[in-house]
């Protein structure tokens, strides 16, 4: 269970141009509430159009905060950190309360650490400077598959998962 931080201006574009804040409401503004649960209906959709489930799933989201709140239980570490990455790499998303547990009786997989897209980056230039040789790159990018298509499409800003090494 953790609070893990990332660029709200950076990432898929699936809450508007507009997300839900704390203004203050008035006669005719939407009702921040509903504007929340459609935010966060929308990530849910978003993972599961990336075939990443887990048992009990639950979606939140505080536009006041920027904050995404996900809980349940995946199937396996691997699992767990693409959801949470799925929640994250959001537009409007600032932080996500991982709330996320791995199924008892699934074999302990070792933790990736995450890495945040500079300017100028390839997978190619990240995997020389973690694992020390650029043709390493297909490591990166398996382990985010399916939230990435192609190894050239990543973006400042977006969160990766390195696996650790070999």
Do not use: H, W
């Not at 804040?21 to 509430?33: F, I, R, V």
């Not at 995997?127 to 939230?147: H, L, Q």
């Amino acid at each position: 269970m953790s609070l893990i931080s990332f660029i709200a201006d950076a990432g898929e574009k699936l809450l508007g141009q507009k997300p839900p804040s704390a203004a203050p409401g008035g006669a005719g503004s939407p009702d921040l509430a509903q504007l929340n649960a459609t935010a966060a209906a929308s990530i849910a959709r978003y993972i599961a159009s990336q075939n990443l489930s887990a048992q009990n799933l639950s979606i939140g989201y505080d536009g006041a905060s920027k904050t995404v709140t996900v809980k349940g239980i995946a199937p396996d570490q691997a699992t767990k950190e693409k959801i949470v990455l799925c929640c994250g790499n959001v537009n409007s998303v600032a932080k996500v309360d991982d709330q996320l547990t791995v199924a008892s009786g699934t074999a302990m997989a070792a933790v990736s650490s995450m890495y945040e897209v500079k300017p100028g980056d390839t997978l190619s230039k990240i995997a020389k400077s973690v694992y020390g040789d650029a043709n390493a790159y297909m490591r990166i990018f398996e382990a985010n598959k399916p939230m990435l298509a192609d190894p050239n499409k990543i973006y400042p800003g977006q969160q990766l998962r390195i696996p650790p090494k070999a």
